[in-house]
């Protein structure tokens, strides 16, 4: 099986040191750009959806959470208060109050809506040490978040629009959702107490499921405190299953915050806000990612995406060129020279990266290279610019195949 933490490992992905504590991987420099790719795809597809882009703080007033309902709902899963000038901070369980402050910080009009604020934050979970593992159970949480603020009109288009941005990055990803979960309240006090509420929340995320026509089921006791939510479930190397994508529709806590907007009669108007999450958490969506494709990442996620292999010393100053090029079209390469061992074992050191470009003295004269695929396939020695254009246009694409023969190529950009 392809266990994520071993990988991690041997890929030299992430790791963890006792020093840092249980539950706080450290990314090394090849997990590191597995991370930064794919938080720049989430950027880009939020953006291109209409999303704005917002910094909040990981600390908080312990009054902030109080009023949002986490204190009471979810303290058990909270750092502890830490002291501050004579007031209580806390490490955020969640980016959810923060983002309706800012809501709350400007007046908003009607026509301001739907207002799609997102965040690659941090936000913090006390989790005993005995479910922490790898990067799926962690303590320093890195989440691709985003809230809605919207009329009540809007919220089963925001939904559905928010499904088919999931639907699209699993699709970039290479990922399989398991099952989709409508998310229930259940049995206890661990759900705000307020019947309507929650009535008409089920309701919209039904309407929204069954007009996706996605199959779904029901899960009693799978709700956020505040309201229901879709969860889009994926199940790991040894088949466990966790939930890596939501939508959830929030009455509480527009209302606990006392948001609102101006609406067109110049009356003050209650919105709704729509939590949503793409990936949900960088560290489990890159867990699932490691176990999903073995280390051997789509070309755009890859670590290294190009390997220059010179077959000898001779042909080290064109593959260094190479590389050279790459790195200014923003491509990530990597010189493997002789001096790393014979050309077989610098091919099979090379196994996980999407393009090896083998640069022979007829190639190197030519200004060509040889690609090799990492799924086996050779290509005939074609101009350097070419390959490296083709290569660029599947990155860029965002593809999970290595390599479309359909793709032009600029004449510009070749030779």
């Known amino acids: 099986m392809n266990d994520h933490r071993r990988l991690g490992r041997e890929l030299d992905l992430f790791d963890t040191d006792p020093l840092m504590g249980a539950g706080l991987p450290y990314w090394l420099p090849a997990g590191a750009a597995v991370r930064h790719a794919l938080e720049e795809y989430i950027r880009d597809a939020e953006r291109r959806a209409g999303y704005r882009h917002v910094y909040s703080p990981v600390l908080g007033k312990r009054e902030l959470y109080e009023i949002s309902g986490h204190w009471s709902h979810y303290s058990e899963d909270m750092f502890p208060p830490m002291d501050l000038g004579g007031e209580q901070v806390v490490l ?119 007009g996706a026509g996605v199959p779904y089921e029901a899960a009693e006791g799978e709700a956020a405190f505040y309201g229901p939510k879709i969860d889009v479930q994926i199940a790991d190397s040894a088949g466990r299953e966790s939930t890596l994508s939501t939508v959830q529709v929030d009455f509480h806590q527009p209302e606990r915050f006392d948001l609102h907007y101006i609406g ?51 042909e080290a ?18 010189l493997a020279g002789p001096e790393h061992g014979t050309l077989g ?7 996980l990266v999407p393009y090896q470009a083998v640069i022979g003295p007829r190639e190197a004269a030519d200004g060509q290279v040889a690609l090799r695929l990492r799924d086996g396939r050779r290509l005939a020695a074609m101009p350097a610019g070419e390959a490296l254009s083709r290569i660029q246009a599947v990155v860029a694409a965002r593809r999970t195949e290595l390599w ?11 030779g």
């Open 92 to 210: 955020r369980p969640s980016l959810c109050p923060h983002h309706a402050l800012i809501f709350r910080s400007r007046s908003h009009s009607y026509r301001e809506l739907p207002l799609r604020m997102a965040e690659l934050g941090g936000m913090y979970r006390s989790e005993l040490s005995g479910v922490l593992g790898g990067l799926t159970r962690v303590r320093a949480i890195q989440l691709n978040d985003a809230h809605i603020f919207c009329t009540l009109e809007q919220v089963a288009e925001e939904a559905r629009a928010a499904l088919d941005l999931i639907r699209r990055a699993y699709h970039a990803l290479g990922i399989r959702p398991v099952r989709y979960r409508l998310s229930l309240p259940g049995p206890g006090g661990k759900y705000v107490a307020a019947p309507e509420m929650w009535r008409r929340s089920v309701a919209l995320l039904t309407e929204v499921l069954e």
């Open 264 to 314: 067109p009669d110049g009356a003050k108007h209650r919105p709704v806000m729509v939590h949503r999450s793409i990936i949900g958490s960088v560290e489990r969506a890159v867990a699932h990612l490691i176990e999903l494709h073995g280390g051997a990442f789509p070309a755009w996620l890859a670590p290294v995406q190009v390997v220059a292999v010179p077959v000898s010393e001779a």
């Open 317 to 334: 100053p064109a593959a260094a060129e190479l590389v050279r090029r790459c790195l200014d079209l923003g491509l990530r390469a990597e």
């Open 345 to 351: 074992a610098r091919i099979r050191g090379a196994r």
């Open 404 to 414: 479309e023969e359909a793709l032009a190529v600029s004449p510009a950009s070749a």
